[in-house]
């Protein structure tokens, strides 16, 4: 009974969740997008997941599901119960002979011809079924006698393996013998419950109940065993569901697909990610204002000077000035002196274009990911920060082509069609009868991405015009006039029309930023064409590890621009 010394009676401790808070209503969602998004990068045009991609990719915390751990354990206990009794019930070296002695007396029956009879007695000795296959072809003829009896010898060879490989996994206790059909239904079963058993340890771990084979499960299991797992299942995978339409993944025809708002938030988590990893005695991203003529109006007022617009004039404060000089009274006489004017800040414009290398070599170390996944951190950054920017993103091959910012995260490596240790080629891209499609892709032609990218630059209004161009070594490729040039080894032909594209680039106002990644190729005449054209065109060159290609590309736009305005 309660009392003054008992206060409160019996207290109830709650020691586990309540299957109500689905996960708990503090903890944050999962991040459906970065994994969705981690998967296109990877693999370009696979533009859906399906569910068992989604549920393999997302992270849940377990300790927030009512009753995952408790059933889990219970059904791991049994499958574990299960392999026990089989391995203290049998013994696997009778039916290690028994194979064995299959093999030979199946050998023995055969009556190889006279030319073949060599290579039988080695093949058999040896247990070589890849010989025996070779054999079976050199017979000729596949219905003869000989010939079908290796297919059954190969068989049998092939069982023997198979039981090896069971006593050699497991290790049985028991008497019982085995004979060579048991022994591969029980490495059958025994296999088959190590697979379910993983597949619960880890979805204790990390909540990925969709990925459970449930049928599996429940030739192990009583029916009622897997009912509360099947009931949680369905409970987890609704709520994966829900949180993907929430963060922009439709679910059409049993695939998820990406929306526009799946983008953003992808890319506002690369932006928070990448700022978060920025030097901490970095003060903030943006500088102080630049004072000056400019659009945008700002709180702050100054007496009016000849040549002030008043279109940014202060109302309020003139007429109070006006008021407090001449006193109260009608009609109000505003003088020069009386007039304020609001202080405008200056907006100048920046226009970039970014050269994306996509050729064969950008495949090794997965190179052409971090690429990517830089392109949509700049992206992001402009259209959120600075949307009067112009920005155009140019795909780098033995072409030179823009790509559209959606199609951002399609792009792939281009597959290498030839490997010849020397390539000399040429095409007239004149002729009707010459398309792209026939010219080998894997090649790297700055000089044409230089190119295509002062075309472009030339028309902004603006004399803040800059080239990010990202490679991981020489170029291969070139145009003259109309005629493309591949050539592999790096000729200095192409080095030439590179440089002399750059050259024209300067001449335009344009700087040239190149950020050279590693590559297992790259050698020093890499990185000293790397410091020509720098040289050559006054601009800079970076040597950036992939993985940080993010952060120094959107750091050096942020400085570009703050020097912009100083």
């Known amino acids: 009974m309660a009392n003054r010394q008992t206060l409160g009676g019996v207290i109830?401790?709650?020691?586990?969740?309540?299957?109500?808070?689905?996960?708990?209503?503090?903890?944050?969602?999962?991040?459906?997008?970065?994994?969705?998004?981690?998967?296109?990068?990877?693999?370009?045009?696979?533009?859906?997941?399906?569910?068992e991609q989604l549920a393999r990719a997302i992270k849940i915390d377990p300790s927030q599901i009512s009753g995952l751990g408790p059933s889990i354990d219970a059904l791991i206990a049994i499958l574990k119960e299960r392999k026990r009794k089989i391995l203290e019930r049998f013994e696997t070296n009778r039916v290690s002979k028994s194979a064995e002695r299959a093999v030979a007396e199946e050998a023995q029956q055969l009556k190889p011809p006279k030319n073949l009879r060599e290579r039988f007695y080695s093949a058999v000795k040896n247990e070589q079924i890849r010989d025996l296959?070779?054999?079976?072809?050199?017979?000729?003829?596949?219905?003869?006698?000989?010939?079908?009896?290796?297919?059954?010898?190969?068989?049998?060879l092939g069982d023997k393996y198979l039981v090896e490989q069971l006593a050699a996994k497991y290790e049985f206790t028991g008497r019982e013998s085995l004979t060579v059909p048991q022994a591969l239904q029980v490495k059958e079963e025994l296999e088959k419950i190590d697979d379910l058993i993983k597949q619960l340890e880890e979805a204790r771990e990390t909540a990925?109940?969709?990925?459970?084979?449930?049928?599996?499960?429940?030739?192990?299991?009583?029916?009622?065993?897997?009912?509360?797992?099947?009931?949680?299942?369905?409970?987890?995978?609704?709520?994966?569901?829900?949180?993907?339409?929430?963060?922009?993944?439709?679910?059409?025809?049993?695939?998820?697909?990406?929306?526009?708002?799946?983008?953003?938030?992808f890319q506002a988590k690369l932006l928070e990610k990448l700022f978060s990893e920025l030097a901490p005695s970095r003060s903030g991203r943006h500088q102080n204002n630049v004072i000056g003529?400019?659009?945008?109006?700002?709180?702050?007022?100054?007496?009016?000077?000849?040549?002030?617009?008043?279109?940014?004039?202060d109302i309020t404060s003139s007429f109070v000035n006006a008021l407090?000089?001449?006193?109260?009274?009608?009609?109000?006489?505003?003088?020069?002196?009386?007039?304020?004017?609001?202080?405008?800040?200056?907006?100048?414009?920046?226009?970039?274009?970014?050269?994306?290398d996509m050729?064969?070599?950008?495949?090794?170390?997965?190179?052409?990911?971090?690429?990517?996944?830089?392109?949509?951190?700049?992206?992001?950054?402009i259209r959120g920060e600075y949307p009067g920017d112009y920005l155009q993103f140019i795909e780098m091959y033995s072409f030179a082509k823009p790509v559209p910012r959606g199609k951002l995260i399609e792009l792939m490596p281009k597959p290498v069609t030839v490997h010849d240790p020397i390539v000399r080629l040429r095409a007239d891209m004149s002729r009707d009868d010459v398309s792209e499609h026939q010219v080998?892709?894997?090649?790297?032609?700055?000089?044409?991405?230089?190119?295509?990218?002062?075309?472009?630059?030339?028309t902004q209004d603006t004399p803040?015009?800059?080239?990010?161009?990202?490679?991981?070594?020489?170029?291969?490729?070139?145009?003259?006039?109309?005629?493309?040039?591949?050539?592999?080894?790096?000729?200095?032909?192409?080095?030439?029309?590179?440089?002399?594209?750059?050259?024209?680039?300067?001449?335009?106002?344009?700087?040239?930023?190149?950020?050279?990644?590693?590559?297992?190729?790259?050698?020093?005449?890499?990185?000293?064409?790397?410091?020509?054209?720098?040289?050559?065109?006054?601009?800079?060159?970076?040597?950036?590890?992939?993985?940080?290609?993010?952060?120094?590309?959107?750091?050096?736009?942020?400085?570009?621009?703050?020097?912009?305005?100083?």
């Open 133 to 156: 296959e070779r054999l079976w072809y050199a017979a000729g003829n596949d219905q003869s006698a000989f010939a079908r009896g290796l297919v059954s010898l190969i068989e049998t």
């Open 12 to 51: 109830h401790a709650y020691q586990q969740y309540d299957p109500k808070r689905f996960p708990s209503p503090t903890q944050p969602p999962p991040d459906m997008t970065s994994a969705a998004f981690e998967h296109m990068l990877m693999y370009g045009q696979r533009r859906e997941l399906t569910p």
């Open 208 to 265: 990925q109940i969709g990925l459970i084979d449930m049928e599996a499960l429940a030739e192990f299991t009583e029916p009622g065993d897997v009912d509360q797992l099947s009931a949680l299942q369905q409970q987890i995978q609704d709520y994966l569901r829900e949180m993907a339409e929430q963060q922009g993944l439709e679910q059409r025809g049993g695939s998820f697909q990406l929306t526009p708002k799946a983008y953003r938030i």
């Open 440 to 458: 080998p892709p894997h090649f790297t032609n700055i000089q044409h991405a230089l190119s295509t990218a002062r075309r472009m630059l030339s």
């Open 293 to 313: 003529e400019g659009a945008v109006e700002l709180q702050t007022t100054k007496q009016y000077e000849f040549g002030d617009s008043v279109a940014n004039m």
């Open 359 to 381: 050729s064969g070599s950008m495949r090794y170390d997965v190179q052409y990911i971090n690429v990517k996944r830089m392109a949509l951190a700049l992206e992001g950054l």
């Open 464 to 566: 803040n015009r800059q080239i990010v161009l990202i490679t991981d070594g020489l170029p291969t490729a070139h145009f003259e006039q109309q005629m493309l040039y591949l050539l592999y080894p790096p000729d200095p032909r192409t080095e030439e029309a590179t440089l002399r594209e750059g050259q024209l680039c300067r001449r335009d106002g344009i700087t040239i930023n190149m950020f050279l990644m590693p590559s297992w190729s790259q050698t020093e005449e890499d990185v000293r064409f790397a410091y020509r054209l720098a040289e050559s065109t006054k601009g800079r060159v970076f040597f950036t590890a992939g993985r940080d290609l993010d952060r120094y590309v959107v750091w050096d736009y942020l400085s570009r621009r703050r020097d912009i305005v100083s």
């Open 324 to 356: 407090i000089r001449k006193g109260p009274g009608t009609p109000v006489r505003l003088d020069q002196e009386d007039i304020e004017i609001h202080r405008t800040r200056n907006t100048p414009k920046c226009a970039t274009c970014v050269l994306m």
